[in-house]
């Protein structure tokens, strides 16, 4: 990938159990393993994961500092602050995968008043994420 399509703005998440995260977001959202780091007890401490030029890095809690500041959903109990949006090519195609592998649809997927069409969902521990056809890059209307 060139210096100019890289992102620099990169999405960083906690989950309780890392692994399954990672296996998980592959198989649900289409992402892709660019690195994954493990401790001695086969933790993920550090993964970074793609999707076209974009990426997530994530990583298991209880493993430095960061855990102080940064829980999963799942884990603190409390509703996301924040969510990641997705640009996908099909979103009804996307939407077919992310519900087939267990995906909890919070928005339906539908055609957006300013543009493309998408959906909004949680993973398994409570992260939300919306997938769409809106690109956000493009020209504006």
């Known amino acids: 990938m060139t210096t100019e399509m890289r992102p620099t703005v990169v999405p960083a998440l906690r989950y309780v159990d890392g692994n399954a995260a990672v296996?998980?977001?592959c198989r649900a959202f289409g992402f892709v393993p660019h690195l994954v780091v493990?401790?001695?007890e086969g933790q993920v401490v550090h993964a970074q994961l793609l999707r076209g030029n974009g990426m997530v890095m994530l990583g298991s809690?209880?493993?430095?500092?960061?855990?102080?500041?940064?829980k999963s959903p799942v884990e603190s109990?409390?509703?996301c602050s924040?969510?990641?949006y997705v640009v996908v090519q099909d979103a009804d195609e996307h939407y077919r995968r992310a519900r087939a592998e267990g995906a909890e649809i919070v928005l339906e997927l539908e055609d957006q008043s300013y543009?493309?069409?998408g959906y909004t969902c949680r993973d398994p521990e409570g992260h939300v994420w919306s997938f769409g056809t809106y690109d956000p890059w493009a020209d504006p209307r």
Do not use: C, K, T
């Open 77 to 79: 109990g409390a509703p």
């Open 82 to 84: 924040q969510g990641i």
């Open 38 to 40: 493990r401790n001695e």
């Open 23 to 25: 296996d998980w977001l």
């Open 61 to 70: 809690g209880g493993h430095g500092a960061y855990d102080a500041y940064v």
């Open 115 to 117: 543009g493309g069409r």
